[in-house]
């Protein structure tokens, strides 16, 4: 069954603790938004959920793919965008565009999207991933009101398909019933 658990979790970076005893738990459909002022670890947290930085003390419980929204979006700047999305997701790739409002780009290469297009494009990745756990670090940034109300939408879709997200953010985005994991 697809879970994610953090356990009495700590982080540790630059030899400062950045928190510890973080614990909670999502089941399928659930959600965790994790928020706090800059420099506070989200994005560590985030990491840390993803399996790329070990956690100082604690455990990580990982049950399921995994799917990780970044800073970087992991596309080759020289290929279109359907080139590049194809290069993760496959024949999925026509309804990840679709799903992000990117059909009509999908010819035009990744280096010359403007920064909301780039960070739907990053979005078209996970949404086209198949993966049930998603962590999505700031993904409103650089979206337009249209772009946050259609990413509110994705993760309810996701959600409601049984997967689980948490999503790191300094704005605000919606997650009905989401646990909040505030740092700071
Ligand atoms: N590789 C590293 N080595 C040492 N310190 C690091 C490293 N990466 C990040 N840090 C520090 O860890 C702290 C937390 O960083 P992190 O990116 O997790 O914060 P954040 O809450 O996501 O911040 P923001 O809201 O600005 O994105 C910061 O003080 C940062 O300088």
Known sequence: MTRLAFDD????????VLFEGLGFALAPGEAALVTGPNGVGKSSLVRIAAGLLRPAAGEVTREGAVA????????????SLRHALGYWIGDRTATALAALGLAHLAEVPVRVLSTGQRRRA????????????????????????DGVALLERLIAAHRGAGGIAVVATHTTVALP???PVRLG
């Open 122 to 145: 990053g979005l078209a990745r996970v949404v086209g991933s198949n993966a049930a756990i998603w962590l999505l670090d700031e993904p409103a940034n650089g979206l337009d009101d």
């Open 177 to 179: 019933g989401a646990q």
């Open 9 to 16: 979790v700590a982080c540790l970076r630059g030899g400062r």
């Open 68 to 79: 990780l929204l970044g800073e970087a979006h992991a596309l080759d700047p020289e290929w």
